[in-house]
C-alpha cells in the first residue's frame, strides 16, 4: 500500500509539493483524517507527506486562515484539488483559499529554511513540479 500511495503522489509530498529526490528526510504516510478520529488505513484516506508538513500536521484536521482569522478545513489532498487551493509566488506557497492559507500556516510550509531550499531547487531548474503549475 505504501508504494501504491508513492506513485500516485509522483514521490511529492501531496502538501508542499518537494520531491522526495530533494529530500533527505524519508517521507511518511499520512493519514488525512487521522487514526485518532477514525480515519482508516484505506488508499482514500492516505497520502504522501514529507516529514516537516506531516509532523506540523499531527492530529490536526483544521487550522486557522492567518488573513481572515476564519477557522477552515486544512488542504485534503484526496478530495481537494491542489491548484485550486494554492500557487507558487517564486519560493513561496500562497493559499488562495480559508483552506490554503489555514494549510500553509499550520504545516508552516514558507518557514525561512523550507523557502531557502525552494529557492535553491528553483535556481538548479528542478522545482517546482510541472503538476504544481
Ligand atoms: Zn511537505
Redesign the pocket.
Known sequence: MRQEVINRAGNC??????PQMF?PAT?EIDHVIPEKMKGKAVLLNLCL??????NHKGPNIAGIDPETSNKAFLFDPRNDVWTDHFSWDGPFLRGKTFSGRATIEL?Q?NRAFRVAHRRQLIGEGVFPPRSSL
Open positions: 509530498c501531496e502538501y508542499c509539493q518537494m529530500d517521507f507527506a514529507c516529514f516537516s508538513c506531516n504545516l510550509i
